[in-house]
């Protein structure tokens, strides 16, 4: 522990700095540390006490269970572990199609709105945005009309002879309906006989239920405004020059979109993507106002399971443990995508035909 | 660039150090007993006023309460302040890890195994002076680990509703209200037309319950100590009604576009239905030209059988006046009090004494009343909600489900909940 002389305090005109920063910084600090740090650590601890909801979890009656939370969860094989596990397939389903469709159609509403020649943008602008700035309470309430058994949207599926579902009560996978279309109703022996998180692997395939699809459409009608307006602000920042050129080397609007304008894209698909998962996995609500995780169970999602857990089970370690299970999840899932939308350096092949053709290679 | 993380490292810990001193002093004493909630001496302290938090159905019944609880303050000399709450157990649940609860609040049977097991609750119910004026199941429904926790404050049955006009319509007189499981699907083979089914219920426990308790069966055994989910008897309940629903005669509200049994009914999507007494206030506002009548349950295999529901009147064992929180819970469960309720908003009383100015009073209600002679209670321990909502939702698919499979998925559900 000899500690050199370099920890000598630097005088002069700076000297002072450091300090007033620290004071500058401080009441946001004290502010994020009370209501986020502090409140985050408490929940951690939960997630691994016996606490169940009567005085401080800090007390000294409340004791350390280790992973007892956690694998009642993951390998407890009792109903907590299968709620768990179908509020993740519910909610698995749920982001591999709102995330995808969500960036596809606001990206699409963006180049479209942001062409010079397009009439009233500001009123498209508008009118896709809209919304995302409405209150997800009162889009659920709408909702729930529209997609009532006797609807709006059922009467307009009458009209071209279709029998539209009865939304919102309906527990049916959609992948499940879709292959018993083709007359396979019950799944091979080698899906159905084994199972994981509780639930078999049958039913992992199930899709999204009818009811659950709802609230997919739900999402991307709301979200995609937000990210088009993300897409919109990164379009504007493009330069032409770039597409000028490419324009002058013979690509079409076509080439142009995938190969130019996409790729300079890159950091804004990664935060429409990353917001996304985000927002997709901690879908709360709408199941809390809308449907309370049925028809089924086929809505439960984690965010909505660690709430029941917790204010009406009296669970607090096991719905604390939900909500860091599902954190881990989301930053796996950014973590992931991070990697998948890295700059890497292009391949040789794709470089072939802009090298000099120098030696025999031609 | 290591003295600056030294820095940070310091500054952090004490950020924690703090507030976990700051949370501490929070938590009031630090020394929270347990074993305050088992009898003993009520805490008297009269310096501060009584906080009575309910979840309330409407301005009626809030206005009810908070003159019921001005009554009392009026002649206790006590202080007493009602708060209507906006999510109920949410902010139990707050005021109890805050050990700041309020000190009388409304309590539902599902909550009770939670709050009673971690200690937030007073056990009164033997300190009550009125304690045998109630109804013996509903003492029962409120009873955790052998003790009775607290008083109920009224409670509903099921029983069956009945369309008069479209009864007429079918043909069918006084004589042929059903009393048998036979005479049921008779009617509601009669009743059921293109456009309307015969029967709508809610497709959950808390109203296919009622079959399997005709058959004789429940979930659990009258103690809460054995599930006994998947007897022959629960199994004769669920599959009388899967026959219902498989005939066409019975249909789930949801699945002719309603959002609860009695919303089919006042739209006339169904002739019957199978609710409780809350019926009557959404009938009266939302449908009132809907003529009905309300008649027992027919009788299964094992006789008469229906499901109570029931809330009661919760003090917490934080409380620093317990003696003046039970004085208040025992005027508040008067006769006079609960008939007054009852004019006001609509429940019925949870004691004997005042069951035949009830009945006098409301003379077409008769029968949910006849119930709580040979009503079931839903399951008391710790979990069981889940374990219904686990149900629940295997009884959406009952009509193509294996009645058998489901309950003995819910009797290993329940089993596991207990020791």
Known sequence: MSTPVRTQRRSGIRGGESASGWLFTAPMIILLGMFLVIPVL????????????????????????????YTALVGGGGLAEQDFGTALRNNAWYVLLVVPIQTMLSLFLAVLVNRQILRGRGFFRTAFYFPSVTSSVAITVLWLFLFSASGAVNKLLSFIGVN???????????????????????????????????????????????????????????????????????????????????????????QRFWRVTLPQLRPTLFTVLTLGLIGAWQVFDQIYTGTQGGPGKTTLTPAYLS??????NQAWGQGAAIAFILFVIIVFFTVFQRWLLAERAVSARRMRPYLPTSGGHT | MQRRNSRWLIGAGLTVVG???????????????????????????????????????????????????????????????????????????????????????????????????????????????NKDDFYPSLINAFTYDGE????????????????????????????????????????????????????????????????????????????????????????????????????????????????????????ELSAMTIEGNWITGAMTND?????????????????????????????????????????????????????????EFGPMPSIISAADDWRSANPALVAFLDGAEYARDVPVIQGAADVVSDLNAQLESLKTGDAQQILDSTQQNLDALLP
Not at chain 2, 75 to 94: H, I, M
Not at chain 2, 194 to 212: C, H, K, N, Q
């Open chain 1, 164 to 254: 539209g579902p009865n939304w919102f009560n309906d527990p049916s996978g959609v992948l499940h309906n879709i292959l018993a279309a083709f007359g396979i109703s019950t799944g091979p022996a080698a899906l159905t006989g084994s199972s994981f998180l509780g639930i078999s692997w049958w039913e992992w395939l199930a899709g999204p239920s009818v009811a659950m699809s709802a609230f997919i459409l739900m999402a991307v009608f709301t979200t995609s405004g937000t990210f088009m307006l993300l897409f919109i602000a990164a379009l504007q920042n493009l330069s032409g020059d770039v597409v000028e050129a490419a324009i002058m080397d013979g690509a079409n609007g076509w």
């Open chain 2, 148 to 267: 009775f926790y607290c008083a109920p404050k009224d409670f509903s049955t099921l029983q069956l509703l009945i369309n008069t006009d479209l009864w007429a319509e079918a043909g069918l007189t006084d004589a042929d209200i059903p009393t048998t499981w036979e005479e049921l699907a008779s009617v509601s083979t009669a009743l059921t037309t293109d456009t309307r089914v015969g029967l709508a219920v809610g497709g959950e426990y808390a109203r296919l319950g009622a079959f399997m308790a005709q058959a004789g069966g429940s979930l659990m055994n009258e103690e809460n100590t054995e599930a006994t989910a998947n007897s022959p008897e629960n199994l004769a309940g669920l599959e009388y009604a899967q026959t219902l629903l498989n005939d066409g005669v019975m249909s789930y509200a949801a699945e002719i576009g309603a959002g609860w049994g009695g919303e089919a009914f006042g739209k």
């Open chain 2, 287 to 343: 449908f009132p030209d809907v003529n009905y009548t309300v008649a027992e349950l027919p009788a299964g295999p094992e006789g008469k059988g229906t499901l109570q529901f029931t809330n009661c009147w919760g003090i917490a064992a934080d409380s620093p006046n317990q003696a003046a929180a039970l004085d208040l819970v025992e005027q508040l469960t008067s006769t006079d009090a609960q008939l007054t309720f009852s004019a």
């Open chain 2, 19 to 129: 507030a976990l001193s700051l949370s501490a002093c929070g938590s009031g004493s630090g020394f929270s007993s347990d074993s305050a909630n088992t009898g003993g001496e009520l805490t008297s302290d009269s310096t501060q006023g009584l906080s009575v938090l309910i979840g309330s159905s409407g301005d009626a019944e809030t206005a009810a309460v908070n003159a019921a609880v001005a009554a009392w303050s009026e002649t206790s000399g006590a202080e007493a302040e009602v708060s209507v709450a906006s999510d109920l157990n949410q902010q139990l649940a707050q005021g109890f890890a805050a050990q700041r609860p309020a000190d009388v609040f409304y309590l539902s049977t599902d909550a009770l195994a939670g709050y009673a097991s971690n200690g937030s609750l007073l056990a009164y119910g033997d300190e009550l002076a």
């Open chain 1, 42 to 69: 408490m929940a951690l601890w939960v997630s691994f006490s016996d606490w169940n909801g009567r005085g401080s979890p800090f007390s000294g009656s409340v004791a350390f269970v280790g992973l007892d939370n």
């Open chain 1, 307 to 312: 709430y029941q857990a917790a204010f009406t």
